[in-house]
């Protein structure tokens, strides 16, 4: 009886150990299968990276990157491109939402009727992002097929930002409108879960740390929204408008204003830790890494911040106003400027390490990959660049 237990013991064992090796490959195939779609050095599934709009990537920036392709929809861009496993998805004034494939192949294209300025967002298969008309749509990233949407009483200029609601245990979307409100939709069904209304419009995106969404508006202050009541938590006079996002870092909140102010604000306390003058006017977004913040303005320069204490660590002037905002990728920034130039800095002295000249206005944000770099223009094209 004794040899018959010490059987069963190790045949128990084998089988424990055979159901951990299983479990253990499943778990690696269903990392795998997530990652390849999650934000990381091969994707750039929204306007600044992620949901707290801090504009920095794991991917290192090419320093000669050669033009592999362009592609034209009908009119101006304004939309930032973003990239999902190769597939790159833009807006154009045209009124189209456009798929294009990794070597510059049309996939499909959807017709919202009216401008596309938002940047999209990706998220679990899916495209969503807003139009001039104010609807705000959802569609299935492989096929441009309409799965929902929601209407505003005002145009949507800015990106989506999602999170994650632990007490329904689903993905829920934001963004704002030019009717004051931000928005806030469940991610699956596309219906309506809170509005918070603000005194005027609301230009850029709302960023969120999936506790607070904080953003600021035309109404000149400085918003803290609580994601899961849409509730105000706190707001934050800054006396001016703000056109860009806000990036979020820690405690930390980051921005410009209309005035050529740039702050650090202590959100928790609802205080302004720095803030330092004279750049005319802030309508990109910043990016934020371990130690600096990096911003583009009105007057032509690139600003590096010491993020701490806002001493300004460098700057590079271009040739005409910037309104695209920057991205830290390793080492460097990539950055694109109303002179039609897409430009590679580096990042700790802010030399240029490479530029290229399109020739029209860029106002929005690079989407910036392992290699390869994609922009969108005015003359209507998008562009990518990597190695041939």
Known sequence: MKKFSHLISYISHLVNRRAKRILFLLVLIICASISSYSQNKHNWLSFRGNSSLCGITEANALKAPKLLWSFKTGDAVKSSPIISNGNI????????LYAISKTGQLKWKFDAKTSVEASPLYLDGNVYFGSLEGIFYCLNATTGELKWKYATDGQISGSAAWF????????KILFGSYDFNLHCVDAKSGKLQWKYESDNYINGAASCNGEIAVFGGCDGFL??????TGKAKNKLDIATYIASSVAL???QAYFGDHDGE?????YAKNQVK?????????????????????IGAENRQVYCFDKENGNIQWQFKTKNKIEASPVIAGNSVVI?????????LNRRTGQQIWSYEIGRAIVGTPAVVEGMIVVACMDGSIYAFGEK
């Open 249 to 251: 870092d820690g405690n």
């Open 274 to 294: 720095w803030k330092k003058e004279g750049a005319v006017s802030y309508l990109a977004s910043p990016s934020v890494s371990a130690n600096q913040v990096i």
């Open 336 to 344: 694109a400027s109303g002179d039609g130039r897409i430009y590679v």
């Open 164 to 171: 994650y609601d632990k007490s329904s245990k689903q993905k």
């Open 223 to 228: 918003h803290q929204v609580d994601v899961k």
């Open 89 to 96: 998805f833009v807006g154009s004034n045209d009124g189209k």
């Open 262 to 266: 740039f702050f650090c604000v202590d």
